[in-house]
C-alpha cells in the first residue's frame, strides 16, 4: 500500500538547515491503523505532509499503490491527491461559508462528478457519520465533534485509499474523542487503512500499530492490541 | 466552454463573503465614479470652449476701412478709404482658390414694421456665401441668391426673433415686410447659435441696398474664409497678403494700422487650438491616473482577498484542487465583481452628472457627459484591470502550499 525508504527532509532555518527527517523507512499494508507518535519537533507532522503530497521529500523513495510519488507537477499532485488520499485535520479545515453537505461534496466537485451524484454521494457519507439531518447547516452551527465527522465524511467521500489523520481529536473532549476514534476504528474495520498522527497514548492505543518518532528517526515501531473505543461511549 | 459548476461556486463565494465583495466592488466603484465625474466635467469645458468659437467660421478674415493716418504718394491724411464692388470682385477673382467663400457687407439700422407690430433692426446687405461665413441656419425658406444680386430684388432673409417679435405666432414666410416704407418681401427665416443678437438681424441682397440707400456700389466690409486646408503660418502669410495687396491697391502707407484693417481669426483660432489640446492632455492624464489608481486599489483588495481566503484555498488544493482552478475562481470572480461595480460607478457618475449639469453651465461646464464609446471602452479597460488586478494574487494563490495554508495559528 504504501512504501518508503530512507527518507530525508530539511528545512532552511536563516542560512542554516534544519534536518527534521534522517533516514525514514516505513511500509505499511492495506487495512492497517497506525499510529505515529512523537513529541512535537519529533517530525511527524512532517512525514504526515510527505505521505499526504502536501510538501515533497529531499531524498529518499517513497511508493503509493504501486506509483512512485516523485518530481510531481502541482497539477499532478492535485489528482493523486484528490485520489488517493483523504485528510483529516486537527482544526478539521472546514469552508466556513459553505453548509455540511456542500463541504463534503466539495473533493466530488474536484473529481468532476455532476452536481446530483455530488449531492447523492455527499448525503450517503453524511448519513454515514450520522449528520443526515445536519446537511444543510454550516459549520458554525456545529458542535467540534460534529465538524470532525463531517470532515471525516468529506475525506472518505473521494472514496481514497489511504486516509490520513493529524490530531484528529487534538480539538476535542474526551469523550468526543473516544466517539470520532470509534468511528475512525469502524472505517478500519470496513477494510479502510489509516494513518494518524497523535501524541496521546490512549489515541494511539486504539490503532493496531504504534510507530515512534524522534528527533527525525523510527525509534520504535510495534503491532499493539487495539483498544476498542466503544467501551468508552 | 461554460462550466455551470464553476460559476456557481464564483457566485456563491461572491454571495457568502458579502462584506468582501462589496467592499471591493465599492471601490471600483467609487474610482470610476471619480473617472466618470472628472471625465464629463473636463469634456463639459471643453465644450463650453468649443461653442463659445463656433459661432464664425474660424477661418474667417474680415476686412474693415477707414480714414489713412499717414501722408503717401502725395496724398494726405485723413482721406477716407471707401471699399467698391470692384475690390469685392477683385479679391474674389485675384485669390482663386486660396478664398473659399467672400462677401460683401452694407450696415444699415431700419424700422420694421408688419401691421401694428414695430420695431428697430440691424441690417445687413449681403452675398449669398455670407450664409457659410455666419453658419446661419435656415428654419423656413431660402437664403439670399445670385439671382436676388442680379436682379437687385427686394427681399429679406429674417431672424427667428424678428419672426416671433413682429409676426406672433403666424409665420411670416411669404409675407412682405415694411422696412422704412418699402415692401420687401420674406423669403426665409434662419436661427444662429450665436445668440439673441444674431437672431434679431435681417439680411438682404447687396445690391438691392446699394439701389435703394444711395444707388452707388460702396461695400462697408469684405469678409472672407481661407482654403480650410491651409496650416496656420500659410493662414497668416494669407492674411498679411491680402493687407499688402489692397493697401497697394488704395495707395496706402504700409505702416497706416487704420485705413485698411485685415482682421485674421487665424490669430485666435491658434490660441483656442492650443488650449484645447492643453485640456485635452489634462482630460487624458486626469482619466489615466484615476484608471490607474482604481487598478492599484482592486490589486491591493485582490491581495487582501488572497490573504483572506488563503486556508479556503489550501483546503481545495489539499481536496484536489489543480492550481488551474484556483487561478479560475480568484480571476473571475475579481473581473466579475470589477466589472459589475466598475458599470454601477459608472452610471452612478452619468447621473451626478446628469443632476448636477443645470448647476454646473454656470461655471462654464456645458454638456458634461461621457460618450458611449468612453463607457464601452472604460467597462472594457475595467475587465482587463479586473483580470491584470487579479492574475498576480491568483497565480500567488495557486502556488500556495497547503500545508502552509492549513497551518494552525
Redesign the interface.
Known amino acids: 500500500m504504501l512504501t518508503i525508504n530512507k527518507l530525508h527532509k530539511s528545512y532552511p532555518i536563516g542560512d542554516r538547515s534544519l534536518h527534521v527527517l534522517k533516514g525514514i523507512d516505513l511500509s505499511v499494508k492495506e487495512g492497517e491503523m497506525v499510529a505515529i507518535m512523537g513529541s512535537s519537533g519529533s517530525g511527524k507532522s512532517t512525514l504526515l505532509n510527505i505521505i499526504g503530497m502536501l510538501d515533497e521529500a529531499d531524498e529518499g523513495e517513497y511508493i503509493l499503490d504501486g506509483v512512485p510519488i516523485k518530481n510531481l507537477t502541482e497539477k499532478k499532485a492535485a489528482i493523486y491527491r484528490n485520489k488517493f488520499l483523504g485528510f483529516i485535520f486537527q482544526s478539521f479545515n472546514l469552508i466556513n461559508f459553505k453548509t455540511a453537505q456542500e463541504n463534503v461534496a466539495l473533493p466530488l466537485y474536484y473529481q468532476g462528478l455532476k452536481r446530483k451524484e455530488r449531492q447523492e454521494k455527499s448525503l450517503f457519507h453524511l448519513e454515514k457519520v450520522g449528520l443526515r439531518d445536519w446537511a444543510e447547516h454550516h459549520p458554525s452551527e456545529l458542535s467540534g465533534g460534529q465538524k470532525q465527522r463531517v470532515a471525516i465524511a468529506r475525506a472518505l467521500a473521494a472514496n481514497p485509499k489511504l486516509l490520513l489523520a493529524d490530531e484528529p481529536t487534538g480539538a476535542l473532549d474526551t469523550k468526543t474523542s473516544y466517539d470520532i476514534m470509534a468511528f475512525l476504528q469502524q472505517l478500519n474495520d470496513e477494510g479502510k487503512t489509516l494513518l494518524i498522527v497523535t501524541h496521546e497514548e490512549d489515541i494511539a492505543n486504539m490503532c493496531k500499530r504504534i510507530v515512534r518518532l524522534k528527533d527525525g528517526v523510527i525509534m520504535e515501531d510495534v503491532k499493539v492490541d487495539q483498544v476498542r473505543a466503544e467501551q468508552y461511549v | 466552454m461554460f462550466d455551470i ?1 464553476l460559476w456557481r ?1 464564483i457566485f ?2 461572491i454571495n ?2 458579502r462584506t468582501r465583495s462589496l467592499l471591493s466592488g465599492f471601490t471600483v466603484a467609487f474610482a470610476i465614479l471619480l473617472f466618470a465625474i472628472l471625465f464629463g466635467l473636463a469634456n463639459g469645458l471643453q465644450n463650453t470652449f468649443a461653442e463659445a468659437f463656433v459661432d464664425d467660421a474660424n477661418n474667417s478674415i474680415f476686412i474693415n476701412s477707414g480714414n489713412t493716418t499717414k501722408a503717401h504718394k502725395g496724398l494726405q491724411a485723413g482721406r477716407r478709404i471707401q471699399f467698391k464692388n470692384e475690390d469685392y470682385e477683385y479679391l474674389k477673382e485675384d485669390f482663386g482658390d486660396d478664398v473659399q467663400y467672400i462677401t460683401s457687407r452694407i450696415y444699415r439700422n431700419v424700422t420694421a414694421s408688419f401691421r401694428n407690430e414695430k420695431d428697430n433692426y440691424s441690417v445687413r446687405a449681403v452675398h449669398p456665401d455670407h450664409q457659410y461665413l455666419e453658419k446661419t441656419m435656415m428654419k423656413e425658406g431660402r437664403y439670399i441668391n445670385q439671382l436676388d444680386i442680379d436682379n437687385e430684388t427686394k427681399v429679406v432673409v429674417i431672424g427667428r426673433l424678428v419672426e416671433e417679435d413682429l409676426f406672433l405666432k403666424t409665420t411670416a414666410l411669404g409675407k412682405y415686410l415694411n422696412m422704412n416704407g418699402i415692401q420687401f418681401k420674406i423669403v426665409g427665416i434662419f436661427t444662429d447659435d450665436g445668440g439673441d443678437n444674431e437672431e434679431r438681424l435681417i439680411y438682404m441682397p447687396v445690391s438691392t441696398a446699394q439701389r435703394i440707400y444711395g444707388n452707388n456700389d460702396y461695400i462697408d466690409q469684405i469678409n472672407l474664409t481661407y482654403n480650410p486646408e491651409m496650416d496656420f503660418d500659410q493662414a497668416l502669410a494669407f492674411g498679411n497678403l491680402i493687407n499688402k495687396k489692397l493697401k497697394e491697391r488704395f495707395d496706402v502707407a504700409d505702416n497706416d494700422q487704420r485705413a485698411i484693417r485685415v482682421r485674421n481669426m487665424a490669430e485666435g483660432t491658434k490660441a483656442v487650438g492650443q488650449m484645447t489640446f492643453a485640456l485635452g492632455i489634462i482630460i487624458l492624464v486626469i482619466g489615466f491616473g484615476t484608471l490607474i489608481a482604481g487598478i492599484v486599489g482592486i490589486s491591493n483588495i485582490m491581495i487582501f482577498i488572497v490573504k483572506d481566503r488563503t ?2 484555498l ?12 484556483i487561478v479560475s475562481i480568484i480571476l473571475i470572480e475579481s473581473i466579475l465583481i470589477t466589472a459589475i461595480a466598475g458599470y454601477v460607478g459608472l452610471l452612478m457618475g452619468v447621473g451626478v452628472l446628469k443632476l448636477a449639469e443645470p448647476m454646473l453651465e454656470t461655471y462654464f461646464i456645458k454638456d458634461p457627459g461621457v460618450s458611449t464609446t468612453l463607457i464601452i471602452g472604460a467597462t472594457i479597460t475595467l475587465v482587463l484591470a479586473g483580470g491584470i488586478a487579479g492574475y498576480l494574487p491568483a497565480k500567488k494563490a ?2 500556495i ?3 502552509v495554508a ?1 497551518r ?1 495559528d
Open positions: 459548476d461556486e456563491q463565494s457568502k463573503n486556508k479556503e489550501g483546503i481545495r488544493k489539499a481536496l484536489g484542487a489543480s492550481p488551474r482552478s495557486s502556488r502550499k497547503p500545508i492549513l494552525d
